[in-house]
């Protein structure tokens, strides 16, 4: 008999572990957010990360009166858009905070507006994108302009 109620207990234990270690892989696979898939990402405001883009170098031949924009993923690569347009601050760097998805990656470039002023590099050749991935809300995001 105290075999049996063992036996009984035993497997009654098992069966009450079983089920808690479903249910707590249950819940961190809807909590858990994976941003390669994209779509399963919960739109929520403190869902967001914001960035300050800052360039802090410009071309010497940039002048005085152009705009500086940044277009990427973010805006499907729309130069011109003035919802990324970079502020001018005091000390000539330009800066602009960004409204982003954490952990997923960046890709941008800059522009003065047109699709035949992106930035270059420093001997004029087409640049390659920049990519950052916000890891922390408020990260700054540090650039230089090698040419237009």
Same mark, same amino acid.
């Given at each position: 008999?105290?075999?049996?109620?063992?036996? =009984?207990?035993?497997?009654?234990?098992?069966?009450?572990?079983?089920?808690?270690?479903?249910?707590?892989?249950?819940?961190?696979?809807?909590?858990?957010?994976?941003?390669?898939?994209?779509?399963?990402?919960?739109?929520?405001?403190?869902?967001?990360?914001?960035?300050?883009?800052?360039?802090?170098? !410009?071309?010497?031949?940039?002048?005085?009166?152009?705009?500086?924009?940044?277009?990427?993923?973010?805006?499907?690569?729309?130069?011109?858009?003035?919802?990324?347009?970079?502020?001018?601050?005091?000390?000539?760097?330009?800066?602009?905070?960004?409204?982003?998805?954490?952990?997923?990656?960046?890709?941008?470039?800059?522009?003065?507006?047109?699709?035949?002023? !992106?930035?270059?590099?420093?001997?004029?050749?087409?640049?390659?994108?920049?990519?950052? !991935?916000?890891?922390?809300?408020?990260?700054?995001?540090?650039?230089?302009?090698? =040419?237009?």
């Amino acid at each position: 008999m105290k075999k049996f109620l063992f036996f =009984a207990f035993l497997i009654s234990f098992s069966m009450i572990l079983v089920s808690c270690s479903i249910q707590t892989s249950e819940v961190n696979e809807v909590n858990s957010i994976d941003s390669s898939k994209g779509n399963d990402y919960i739109i929520d405001e403190n869902n967001f990360f914001y960035i300050t883009f800052v360039i802090s170098s !410009i071309p010497s031949e940039t002048n005085e009166n152009d705009d500086i924009y940044i277009m990427g993923n973010f805006n499907n690569w729309f130069p011109g858009d003035e919802n990324y347009r970079m502020t001018k601050n005091s000390d000539d760097s330009y800066s602009l905070k960004v409204k982003v998805v954490p952990n997923k990656e960046i890709k941008y470039k800059y522009n003065l507006g047109t699709f035949n002023s !992106i930035e270059k590099d420093f001997f004029g050749n087409e640049r390659s994108n920049r990519i950052f !991935i916000p890891r922390f809300n408020d990260d700054i995001v540090d650039d230089q302009i090698e =040419a237009w």
